[in-house]
């Protein structure tokens, strides 16, 4: 089951949002061997498509070695799917290389909800598990700001730096 703070989800679902109709993709690191998502970080789709998401290289390598300086690890990944249901494709599943990590995917193909669901992705197998969204269980100020749609105005992504 992946336990993870409303104010992260609702960032996820915004930073999905904001990128339509392109998919988003991200992570949310934790301590170490926690288990324990808490700090989001949105990152940008290298691929800039509807279809597919792609981490950038270096700043895939820039988050990975911040979380190491940081004794954390990839708690969740995240992307959205644009058009089609919260499941992940045969892409999706090629590209799961994080065996210890939730993989959270959101459907924003309808504009006035969103569909929210987690997989374990280990060897090629998907197993779908429940999503349990907790209020500020981690870090009430781990998002400092996030809206809902899309806007032209400028939204900050970023995350407290405790």
């Excluded at 409303?6 to 109709?21: L, N, Y």
């Excluded at 004794?71 to 969740?76: A, H, I």
């Excluded at 799961?96 to 459907?107: D, I, K, Q, R, T």
């Excluded at 987690?118 to 998907?126: K, L, N, P, Q």
């Amino acid at each position: 089951m992946l336990s993870i703070d409303r104010s992260i989800v609702e960032a996820i679902v915004a930073h999905a949002r904001r990128d339509h109709p392109d998919e988003a993709c991200g992570v949310v690191a934790g301590p170490a061997g926690s288990d324990t998502p808490a700090r989001h970080i949105p990152m940008d789709n290298a691929a800039r498509s509807m279809t597919f998401y792609e981490f950038d290289s270096m700043e895939q390598l820039r988050v990975w070695r911040e979380m190491d300086d940081r004794d954390e690890e990839p708690v969740v990944i995240y992307h959205s799917h644009t058009a089609t249901e919260a499941y992940p494709s045969r892409t999706d599943i090629s590209f799961a290389g994080e065996p210890g990590a939730h993989y959270l995917l959101v459907s924003t193909r309808d504009p006035d909800s969103e569909e929210i669901r987690s997989f374990r992705i280990v060897d090629g197998v998907v197993t779908e598990e429940p999503v349990r969204i907790v209020e500020a269980g981690v870090d009430p100020h781990a998002v400092q700001s996030y809206m809902f749609g899309q806007s032209p105005a400028t939204v900050d992504y970023e995350c407290s730096g405790r």
